[in-house]
Nanobody, 124 residues
Framework: QVQLVESGGGLVQAGGSLRLSCAAS????????MGWFRQAPGKEREFVAA????????SYTDSLKDRFTISRDNAKNTVYLQMNSLKPEDTAVYYC?????????????????WGQGTQVTVSS
């Protein structure tokens, strides 16, 4: 079992930045692909970014790839999401997830473990 805990969310003004962290426990995530998803109020959860097991490959939803960066530190069992130039439409609960795949996974169904989420609110 892998337990995931997100942190780093909060309230930020438009144009600001946040870095989300996802700390894993229970098992090393070095053999898991990892991903970030988000769910805005009244909307379905959507894919944000994913990274392969050693960080060599990444994938982003097209509308976010110029502003968001996913990274990982396997030695710290942690995955990050750097979010820059934030917009009010980025307001959502952000979830970290772990996949048993080694390669990038973009589909929610490909993830076996999920965190509880962290709220990001961007004010205009």
């Amino acid at each position: 079992q892998v337990q995931l805990v997100e942190s780093g969310g909060g309230l930020v003004q438009a144009g600001g930045s946040l870095r989300l962290s996802c700390a894993a426990s229970g098992r090393t995530i070095s053999s898991y692909a990892m991903g970030w998803f988000r769910q805005a109020p009244g909307k379905e959860r959507e894919f944000v970014a994913a990274i392969s097991w050693r960080g060599g490959s990444t994938s982003y939803t097209d509308s976010l790839k110029d502003r968001f960066t996913i990274s990982r530190d396997n030695a710290k069992n942690t995955v990050y999401l750097q979010m820059n130039s934030l917009k009010p439409e980025d307001t959502a609960v952000y979830y970290c997830a772990a996949s048993r795949s080694l390669t990038v996974v973009t589909a929610q169904g490909g993830y076996a473990y999920w965190g509880q989420g962290t709220q990001v609110t961007v004010s205009s």
